[in-house]
Nanobody
């Protein structure tokens, strides 16, 4: 199993930036793909971004393309989400997720495809 802990959320003004981190622990010696999702009250969890184990494949939701960047440092077992040009509609609880993979370049954008989740970190963007 892998355990995930997010950090880096907070309150930021519109147009500002935040960097979220997701630290993995446990069985991190096996390859795992990672993703970021977000959720607002009363809504389903929505896809934000995903990255393969190799880091060579990334994918973004339409609403964050060009503003968010996902990256990972496997030596530190950490995935990052750099969020720039933040908008009030980016306000949500952000979750990171992981699943073990057989292929280094696999990535996933559906929440049901992930097996492990962090507890979430709140991001609030004021107008």
């Amino acid at each position: 199993q892998v355990q995930l802990v997010e950090s880096g959320g907070g309150l930021v003004q519109s147009g500002g930036s935040l960097r979220l981190s997701c630290a993995a622990s446990g069985r991190t010696s096996s390859a795992y793909a990672m993703g970021w999702f977000r959720q607002t009250p009363g809504e389903e969890r929505s896809f934000v971004s995903a990255i393969s184990w190799s880091g060579g494949s990334t994918y973004y939701g339409d609403s964050v393309k060009g503003r968010f960047t996902i990256s990972r440092d496997n030596a530190k077992d950490t995935v990052y989400l750099q969020m720039n040009s933040l908008k009030p509609e980016d306000t949500a609880v952000y979750y990171c997720a992981a699943r073990y993979v057989n292929y280094r370049d696999s990535y996933y954008q559906e929440s049901w495809e992930y097996d492990y989740w962090g507890q979430g970190t709140q991001v609030t963007v004021s107008s």
